[in-house]
């Protein structure tokens, strides 16, 4: 089963250590272990832009549609064979220490 990990800032988390910042060995892990589907960072929240349509009208709008201390700063794709899986996984990044890791499994649209 496939599952999303939303990597995401969080101002209460402990502060970032770029020595105990071991995202190199977790990529290389998950490739290794066959789980990587794809993952990536993302551009700052000041370079989002949300759109939303109502009526007839396109808005776009310049930042994130909410304003939030917590921003998500990338993300991972992997398939893991269990939930459980997918926690260990998630709990052994190191955003989980210096973040936060939310885990939602992919909801496949049916046929």
Known sequence: MQYLLLICD??????????RDTIGDWVADNDAQGRTITGNRLRPPADAKTVRVRGDETLITDGP??????????????ECGSLAEA?????RHPMARFGRVEVRAVWPFEG
């Open 65 to 78: 549609f909410a304003e939030t201390r917590e921003t998500i700063a990338g993300f991972d794709l992997l």
């Open 87 to 91: 926690l260990d996984v998630a709990a």
């Open 10 to 19: 969080d101002p209460e988390a402990e502060p970032y250590d770029p020595a």
